[in-house]
């Protein structure tokens, strides 16, 4: 593809044409050439033929004939054996999927998300189905849409090529392959795999890119900036739902407030798809706020310099027993990969080291330094804070380092149930924007019915800078704001005039004068988050607005005054901003300040600018605005602001459910809630009265709560284990999509991915 696109069109005509006939000749010729073009990038899409290497393989693998029709399970064994092969369908057309509804099925490599066995029309799904995360960041950099690829079975028999993009199995196939199709399974798509010819001897390639992975999360643990290097920022851009902008500023922030950062990866993967590779692992990360696991998948593709960078991520949240192993001092890392050279068949790794919590202070030993990697892999490492190999050590005592005793505290306090509390600990390390795979953001996700490009509504309405949800704290004109939505103009804002120090020759920043300004800038900002239209009409100058010479042209006054009003009329607003900045311009002051609102009607961020003129009574008034979206790393405030009320929420919600209290469980979600399946809160409610008539829930245990910013809401992840009065208990991750209403977060959506049962205690 790529080919194709670098080759210049006009150089492929003959002769020059002129002449009205002739460009229209010319046209319909330009047409025809661009269909052929167009054509000749779709087959180099199309007709993958997958190649699997015997580096870095999964212990479980699946992968799709096309061609053939054939859906085939693999084991990993020493070597990768074939364990299951069966007949299946899949798209009515031939190719790799471009666009929605175009009745192909995708082809590249992909992920089970979670099982859907509730709410599916049996003959068109045979009741089971197992979502996959199309579109991968891959896919949504080449401009793919579409979504609802899943592997499901058929009630009454499966026909060749009949699905809308999906992978098919027949009902006793998908009742034997099912139950090992866990969350996290690597699911291959292809035109062709040849089963006779895997694996493959690795060319190199899926070593150095488990090795750059691993340098990568080096970096990441030496809170250093050569991880940037590691991405390519124009792509990741596309690819992702926040900027590499956003990224890396929020990355930076904590990079600076952070005391240690550890990151563990156990079993990392290497798999190749149609022009990039997926590495993932398991993955433990633990700070001085903050400790998670689940799964880290990182998708590289070459540059023009020939090097590997990251161009996507994905991350899963789930229980890996990895925090358990870490308290117990039993988690080892996984041993560092070595560069061998051409001749060599294979190396033995280094010895495993055992890592512990530590000050970020402590120096790091020889030892701890990474294998050789790319020149920013290598300065990350000299620079990794990694203690010396050590014996499994016990918990902290007494006498142990205040470091290790703050880490012991955090892991403690995310493996407890969630309460309701004000934690002054900075916000959590990982601040994402965007959905999980196969989480749909906006109430408007319907994993129910038809998954091959079921019909979406469009979302909400939001200003172009909107990446987050409703925030219900009030304005502060500081980084950190209060926790509770603001309800009325604070006195200050009521003073239309705010006196400046007297007036002379030269404007200059006096501190009387940044003391008049702040105060000006604070009773804007406390009269928009009040949306009173009436109070923040009195900070403009109604005769000089936008008739200052060398000021930006905006609208009018009154265009602007009735755009404030247009968003004041919404039931609730919300406002954080940092400290302004300053400077003098002229007669003028201009004040500069990072700003976050959220309505219901979305989020937006970006940098509020006010130019200021003093008047003849000695008080400033605004003379010119503006607003610049872009990213300003907020977000991670607003979501250390809002972790309170929505951890209260909640603990509301766990405590009805495991009370059986109807009516206090449906309160915690909304009208158009969907769990599972079931759409709507009426139908939950019947599904619940059915089923505590006969079980009622006796435990109900939340624990690691990890929050995610998103257009519409919030996404809540934890570790969640239940049991009920027939005896019945099962353990997972529990996902939940939240909204706000003004003034409590309700359950927008619910997901629930189980772990195997082998993984259960």
């Not at 291959?188 to 090795?211: C, F, I, Q």
């Not at 890396?248 to 798999?271: C, D, G, P, V, W």
């Not at 041993?335 to 120096?363: F, G, I, K, N, T």
Request: hydrophobic share 40%.
């Amino acid at each position: 593809m790529t080919c194709l696109r670098s080759l210049p069109v006009r150089n492929w005509w003959p002769l020059r044409v002129e002449g009205a006939g002739c460009r229209l000749w010319g046209a319909v010729l330009t047409l025809l050439l661009c269909g052929v073009v167009a054509s000749a990038r779709q087959a180099l899409a199309d007709n993958w033929q997958a190649t699997l290497y015997n580096e870095g393989l999964p212990t479980h693998l699946v992968a799709v004939d096309k061609a053939r029709q054939t859906f085939l399970f693999f084991e990993k064994k020493s070597p990768l054996k074939l364990k299951y092969s069966f007949p299946c369908t899949t798209g009515q057309l031939p190719g790799d999927k471009q666009a929605l509804n175009d009745l192909r099925t995708p082809e590249g490599v992909y992920f089970v998300e979670y099982k859907i066995a509730s709410g599916l029309d049996f003959r068109e799904y045979g009741g089971i189905a197992y979502t996959l995360n199309y579109p991968n960041p891959v896919d949504r950099l080449r401009g793919k849409t579409g979504h609802g690829i899943w592997i499901h079975s058929k009630g009454f028999g499966i026909e060749p090529l009949s699905t809308r993009g999906c992978v098919a199995i027949g009902l006793d196939e998908i009742g034997e392959v099912g139950p090992q199709l866990t969350p996290g399974t690597a699911v291959v798509l292809a035109e062709k795999l040849d089963e006779r010819s895997v694996p493959r001897p690795d060319d190199g390639t899926a070593r150095e890119l488990r090795r750059l992975m691993q340098a990568w999360s080096n970096a990441w643990a030496a809170r250093s900036r050569k991880l940037f290097e590691f991405y390519d920022p124009e792509a990741y851009s596309r690819a992702m739902p926040e900027s590499f902008a956003a990224f890396r500023q929020n990355k930076e922030r904590l990079f600076k407030i952070l005391s240690f950062i550890k990151i563990y990866n156990r079993k990392i993967h290497a798999l190749q798809g149609p022009g990039y590779w997926v590495t993932w692992s398991e993955q433990f990360y633990t700070a001085s706020n903050l400790s998670t696991e689940g799964i880290r998948r990182l998708y590289w593709q070459r540059g023009k310099d020939n090097r590997f960078r990251i161009v996507g991520m994905e991350w899963t949240p789930r229980d890996l027993g990895m925090r358990a192993d870490f308290q117990k001092g039993r988690l080892v890392a996984e041993a560092p990969l070595q560069v061998v050279s051409d001749a060599a068949s294979s190396e033995a790794p280094r010895p495993p080291r055992l890592d512990m919590p530590e000050s970020a202070a402590e120096p790091a030993s020889a030892e701890a330094a990474p294998a050789a990697a790319p020149d920013a892999a290598r300065e990350t490492a000299a620079a990794e804070k990694a203690p010396a190999p050590a014996a499994a050590k016990p918990a902290p005592s007494a006498k142990a380092a205040p470091a290790e005793k703050a880490a012991a505290r955090t892991l403690l306090a995310v493996s407890e149930p969630l309460v309701p509390r004000r934690q002054a600990s900075p916000p959590p390390a990982e601040v994402n924007w965007g959905a999980r795979p196969g989480m749909v953001s906006g109430s408007a996700a319907r994993p129910a019915l038809p998954p091959e490009e079921s019909p979406r509504p469009a979302p909400a309405k939001s200003t172009p800078a909107a990446a987050a949800s409703p925030a219900p704290v009030a304005s502060t004109a500081t980084a950190q704001p209060a926790p509770a939505p603001a309800t009325a103009a604070p006195e200050t804002a009521a003073a239309p005039v705010v006196p400046a120090a007297p007036a002379a020759q030269v404007l200059e920043l006096t501190p009387a004068t940044r003391q008049a300004l702040a105060a000006a800038v604070e009773g804007w900002n406390a009269a928009f988050a009040a949306r009173s239209a009436q109070q923040i009409a009195a900070f403009y100058d109604q005769v000089r607005y936008n008739r200052e010479p060398g000021v930006p042209r905006g609208h009018s006054l009154r265009t602007t005054l009735r755009e404030l009003e247009r968003r004041f009329a919404a039931p609730w607003l919300t406002v954080i901003n940092r400290k302004p900045e300053m400077e003098i311009k002229g007669n003028l002051v201009v004040t500069a300040w990072a700003q976050m609102t959220a309505a219901p009607e979305g989020f937006a961020e970006g940098l509020r600018t006010l130019w200021w003129r003093r008047g003849e009574d000695g008080g400033f008034r605004i003379v010119a605005a503006r607003f610049q979206p872009g990213p300003t790393g907020l977000a991670a405030d607003y979501l250390d602001a809002v972790s309170g009320q929505v951890s209260a929420d909640l603990e509301a919600w766990r405590k009805a459910w495991e009370a059986g209290s109807l009516d206090a469980y449906l309160e915690c979600y909304t009208a158009d809630a969907l769990q599972q399946g079931r759409r709507g809160a009426a139908n939950i409610r019947r599904q619940k009265e059915q089923l505590w008539a006969r079980v009622k829930p006796t435990l109900v245990r939340i624990s690691g709560l990890r929050l995610v910013v998103e257009r519409t809401g919030l996404r809540a992840d934890m570790t969640q284990i239940y049991a009920d009065s027939s005896g019945h208990s099962d353990r997972g991750t529990k996902t939940l999509q939240l909204r706000y209403d003004g003034k409590r977060w309700r359950i927008a959506r619910e997901d629930w991915a189980a772990l195997p049962p082998a993984s259960q205690p």
